[in-house]
């Protein structure tokens, strides 16, 4: 079983690499040459051809590709160091630090409320026989997914904020703060979640070995809870941890209408003035995020259920 | 996994490249750019000149009024700078003050500087500094501190174009030598261009958050990244103390966001140049708890032209994109009248030096015939390239489609595109554009200012953004200018200057703003001027 | 039976939308982007049915054309990324051994990259506008399919016929085509219509905070966007955009009712 975690690390780690490969590569593909924009982010005039020679050879631009990844990599694992934004001139840690924290709570407050409204509704829609229920239920979810996230803040500030002057429009100060971005960011994807949550029950419950184990007569209950909930917690934790993945790495469209600063418009700013330490450093901070969780379910699972061992060798399938 | 090969495989591959060595180290390189480079507002306008319109503010009411400790103002750009411009915060936030500063008439007014005086054929300009200033470090502000503000400023940011040196004469005395009589130059030392900050600002290399450290009535405290400047009241200010301990700018992009802030009541106030959009008057006049003030600023809005890549190396297809262009229709509809239509090259309030006979017409039949006479049946097609931050701020998105419209019936069919900053600079550099607007704002109110960013063929948009406008004659005319002694003559000057710009249209003004500002009815004694600078020393807010 | 009436009627509505869209010429007069000061703001009225905007152009008429950007991108990001992993997850699960693990594990890392900050990193890339936006949507979408989809055809492949049709030597291409493509092909759809109901979301998410489509060509989010500074004084210019988005994705959702096994 340890064997399997270790191995499970490795890959992370080794998913983390690529992913930082990738982006290098692909910051580097963008258009523009970088050290024309640096040279002249700041500067009224033209910026002179040799300033733009030197920040081109001071960031290691005229290197090769191979030969700039490879600094890259050395620098983040030996001194830790992700190296400095070209746009602010501050650490790209610095950086990070400073605009994730806010961002982090946002995801997990999300997804945890998230949590709360679906799976009650979505284990309830999968396992009742009454379908004007089961009806009911998928089509609030349908509902709510069809709002777009970017409407619905909209409204939520024009109504709780300025109409009513209950809650904060910007900012994340205190937890009064929190209260618009989490619910414009719930109402959809716990209409999604819902629905994910309800087809994989269905999908399990009318296999024929839990028919079989009604129809010999074990308490409704049980079934539910160990033959039901427990085989399709593995798709829905899997198509979770993906949106999970997507929350913590910051909402970009929520962040910049409550005017936050925070992960996701660092990163969206970074892309638009092609700030590539930033963008590599964030790109790694995510994967790496997601590559915890992974690990950390997959561990969970294999303490819960030994034989799962086999399934996860094959990579999961939902 | 089932293939350990594949593991084995990989941590080898990485082992591999971090075993080979790191050729040069990289390490100094983020820093190093810092100190270079001449540095301006990373967004699009320079700072200008004095109050025209002020605004109606009642005094307090209560007999015995207790103030608000702190005022937060909204704003939609960010106004701390740190390492990448050498004055570090704007000029509006009162941290660091100028030499001189323009009054309502844009004439130059002492400010840290105490009087000064020329030598009769105006080459050589003694200035007496005010005594007993010091910056919030503590050092004092001397002759010898102001003369290398003033040197660093013009090797910099904006060369005086006719300096020879400067020298110290005493502790508090010092005279600016010039190379030709230069009438105009206190108009050219005015605000930013004489921004006094301490040495030791200089001295912060390498640091995170470097500190302004000026003379003003507020002292710099914080810089939350993205988010907020912290300012306090500086406790021994030479002036009149401010009413407000403490005064916060909070950063927020979005305009809508902002304005609703300030509904909501997080914030007291939404003041700078481009932060209340004019579609958003009916809003703010609808509300009963804020007052909605405008002020006419230095600012014009121009479109300008790629003047050497075809079409618009040709002058008639120019001028006629600009007689097709409806500038009252402009000021009327999208910036709900709160604008001067563009009828004058240089901003309106610079009355002085305005030749009302250089004017852009509205003229669409002209302009119909003027097309057909270059393009015959032909169609073409042109690139309009917008700065997304610039249509944030400004009704530009609006502009542009009017003009497309409007341009439909001379043969020319315009394709917007809206880019980010650094790519919209890119472009422009690149020649990838055939039209473009931004706001120029006169700061010192001499036109000769405009001169060196607009016309001259080495003035700073000209080549920056290749407009590559470039005239013999208009060369020697901005020379002879801005040497001229005679205050008549000079006008008659940049009346020709003007009427021939008007005439080659290598950019042409569309309408000269009008700045909108909110505040909650608590807040008292809050103006613009034409410059945009909140009055931060007289500003207080009741306490709720 | 409420399950396929339900699904029938939402096909159909979805249907006429998808038509009123496609050909808007049959329903509207005006031109979409026809600049008309006379007649700024009007209200919802008989001429105009959902009024006007800022800039006196017929809201409906640009609700149908804005409708034929958003719809129509979302179908090819539907199309295309439902495609890619359809390819990928038969040639995977075909391959099988070391490629089936290394085309499993390349579909791992792209999903760990969160999908609207990869497509915003792709639209940056590529040029900026409408076309990089659908290419970029595309691509982030179909490692999520090709995973559901691969997980499907492992399942069939280790079917026991086929097991006994490829050892008897069936040509992979007659395996592919004639026993896994079929079965397949119901979840297909089904990936098709949330693709497109999602796709329409994120592309109107993108526009609203101004990437994608350019001016003056109106698209949902892009509308919606505009109308941000009249929401207090004129909210009929934000209320109709965002319907047409929420209808449009709950018909497409409801419509997959249709193909669920009652």
């Known amino acids: 079983m340890l064997q399997i975690i270790i191995r499970k690390v490795i890959l992370g780690l080794f998913y983390l690499f690529v992913i930082s490969v990738v982006a290098f590569v692909m910051v580097r593909q963008m258009p523009g040459d970088p050290a024309v924009l640096i040279a002249n982010q700041d500067r009224e005039t033209e910026a002179p051809p040799e300033l733009v020679e030197r920040i081109r050879h001071e960031y290691g631009f005229d290197r090769g590709m191979v030969e700039q990844y490879r600094c890259w990599l050395q620098r983040v694992i030996f001194d830790g160091d992700l190296g400095y934004s070209t746009r602010t001139k501050r650490p790209v840690l610095a950086e990070i630090q400073s605009s994730l924290p806010a961002s982090l709570r946002l995801g997990l407050i999300t997804f945890g409320l998230t949590l709360i409204i679906s799976f009650p509704l979505g284990l309830l829609a999968g396992v009742t026989n009454n379908k004007i229920l089961d009806l009911w239920i998928q089509s609030m979810a349908w509902i709510n997914y069809s709002v777009p996230v970017f409407l619905l803040a909209v409204l939520l500030i024009w109504f709780f904020a300025v109409d009513l002057r209950l809650l904060p429009a910007i900012g994340h100060e205190t937890g009064r703060h929190y209260v618009l971005p989490v619910a414009a960011l719930s109402v959809h994807l716990s209409g999604w979640t819902t629905q994910v949550i309800r087809t994989s029950i269905r999908e399990i419950s009318e296999k024929p070995y839990i028919q079989f184990a009604h129809a010999k007569g074990l308490k409704q209950i049980r079934v539910i809870l160990i033959h039901t909930l427990k085989p399709a917690l593995f798709p829905i934790s899997t198509a979770l941890l993906i949106q999970l993945g997507n929350l913590v790495s910051g909402s970009f469209i929520i962040e910049t209408i409550f005017a936050w600063n925070g992960i996701g418009r660092l990163l969206v700013d970074s892309i638009m003035a092609r700030d590539f330490p930033i963008i590599q450093g964030i790109l790694l901070y995510t994967g790496g995020i997601f590559a915890l969780i992974n690990i950390l379910i997959d561990s969970l699972y294999l303490f819960l259920d030994p034989t799962t061992v086999e399934k996860m060798g094959r990579g999961r399938t939902s | 996994m089932k293939h350990p090969r594949f593991q084995i495989l990989i941590l080898a591959l990485i082992g591999l490249l971090l075993l080979t060595g790191c050729s040069t180290s990289v390490e100094e390189s983020t820093q190093a750019v810092i100190a270079e480079g001449p540095v301006v507002e990373k967004t699009a306008e320079e700072p200008t000149k004095a109050p025209i319109d002020e605004p109606t503010v009642d005094p307090a009411v209560n007999s015995e009024p207790s103030y608000a400790e702190e005022i937060i103002i909204g704003i939609g750009r960010n106004l701390y700078y740190g390492q990448s411009q050498w004055h570090m915060i704007h000029g509006s936030l009162h941290v660091w003050e100028p030499l001189l500063y323009p009054d309502e008439n844009l004439n130059p007014q002492p400010y840290l500087a105490e009087s000064w005086e020329s030598n009769e054929d105006l080459t050589a300009w003694t200035f007496k500094l005010k005594k007993g200033i010091s910056f919030h470090d503590g050092s004092p502000l001397t002759a010898e501190v102001a003369v290398n503000n003033l040197m660093e400023i013009h090797e910099n940011y904006t060369p005086l174009p006719t300096l020879d040196r400067m020298e110290v004469v005493d502790e508090s005395t010092f005279t600016i030598y010039l190379t030709e009589s230069t009438p105009a130059l206190p108009d050219l030392l005015v605000y930013f261009q004489s921004a006094m900050l301490s040495p030791g ?344 | 039976m409420t399950r396929t009436i339900i699904g029938a009627l939402s096909l159909a509505l979805l249907a006429v939308i998808l038509l009123a869209c496609a050909f808007p010429g049959l329903f509207t007069n005006y031109e979409p982007n026809a600049i008309n000061f006379a007649e700024k703001f009007s209200q919802p009225n008989r001429i105009h049915l959902m009024g006007t905007d800022e800039l006196g152009r017929d809201l409906f008429t640009r609700l149908l054309f804005g409708g034929r950007v958003t719809i129509g991108s979302s179908l090819v990001i539907a199309g295309g990324s439902t495609l890619i992993a359809a390819i990928w997850a038969a040639v995977s699960a075909y391959l099988g051994g070391i490629w089936d693990e290394l085309m499993t594990r390349i579909v791992d890392i792209l999903m760990i990259i969160p999908a609207l900050l990869f497509a915003l990193l792709l639209i940056s890339i590529l040029e900026p506008g409408m076309r990089s936006l659908v290419i970029a949507l595309a691509i982030v979408r179909w490692p999520g399919y090709a995973r559901i989809l691969r997980g499907q055809v492992y399942s069939l492949l280790s079917a026991e016929y086929l097991v006994a049709a490829k050892a008897l030597g069936a040509k992979p291409v007659h395996i592919i085509r004639r026993h896994i493509i079929p079965n397949i092909t119901m979840l297909i759809i089904t990936l098709f219509g949330l693709s497109f109901a999602s796709g329409i979301l994120s592309i109107s998410s993108l526009s609203f905070l101004g990437f994608g489509v350019q001016l003056p060509h109106p698209e949902w989010g892009a509308m919606i966007n505009a109308a941000r500074p009249f929401l207090q004084t004129r909210p009929y210019l934000m209320i109709f955009p965002g319907l047409a988005i929420i209808v449009t994705v709950l018909l497409a959702n409801l419509s997959l009712r249709l193909l669920e096994p009652s």
């Open chain 2, 201 to 544: 600002t200089r001295d912060q290399e390498g640091t995170d958050q470097p500190v302004p450290y000026g003379t003003g009535p507020f002292q710099f405290v914080e810089y939350v990244d993205g988010e907020r400047i912290v300012l306090e009241r500086n406790e021994n200010y030479w002036g009149e103390p401010p009413k407000v301990e403490r005064i916060i700018y909070r950063y927020i992009p979005d305009a809508i966001t902002r304005l609703q802030a300030l509904q909501s009541g997080e914030i007291d106030a939404i003041a700078d140049v481009g932060s209340i959009i004019p579609s958003q008057s009916e809003i703010v006049e609808s509300d009963e708890n804020l007052n909605l003030f405008t002020v006419d600023v230095l600012t014009t809005h121009y479109l300008f032209f790629n003047n050497d890549k075809p079409p618009f190396d040709n002058q008639i297809l120019r001028q006629a994109v600009s007689l097709a262009i409806d500038r009252e229709l402009i000021v009327n509809e999208t910036v709900y009248g709160y604008g001067v239509p563009g009828t004058s090259l240089i901003t309106q309030l610079a009355e002085k030096w305005v030749n009302p006979a250089a004017s852009p017409a509205y003229d669409l039949a002209e302009a119909k015939a003027l097309a057909q006479s270059v393009l015959g049946d032909e169609r073409i097609q042109v690139t309009f390239v917008l700065h997304s931050g610039l249509a944030n701020r400004w009704p530009y998105g609006e502009i542009a489609q009017i003009i497309q419209f409007a341009l439909v019936d001379l043969g020319i069919d315009i394709e917007i595109q809206t880019v980010e900053g650094g790519t919209w600079n890119e472009m422009l550099a690149n020649d990838e554009y055939d039209i473009s607007m931004r706001p120029y704002t006169m700061s010192s109110g001499d036109p000769d200012d405009f001169m060196t960013y607009w016309a001259r063929p080495e003035g700073i948009f000209n080549s920056k953004y290749s407009i590559s406008y470039d005239d013999d004659q208009i060369e020697v005319l901005i020379n002879q200018a801005v040497s001229e002694v005679d205050l008549a003559t000079r006008k008659a000057y940049y009346d020709d200057i003007q009427a021939i710009l008007i005439e080659q249209t290598p950019f042409t003004p569309i309408y000269h703003e009008v700045t909108l500002y909110a505040a909650k009815d608590t807040v008292f004694n809050l103006t613009l001027d034409a410059v945009f600078r909140p009055s931060l020393n007289t500003v207080y807010k009741l306490a709720e």
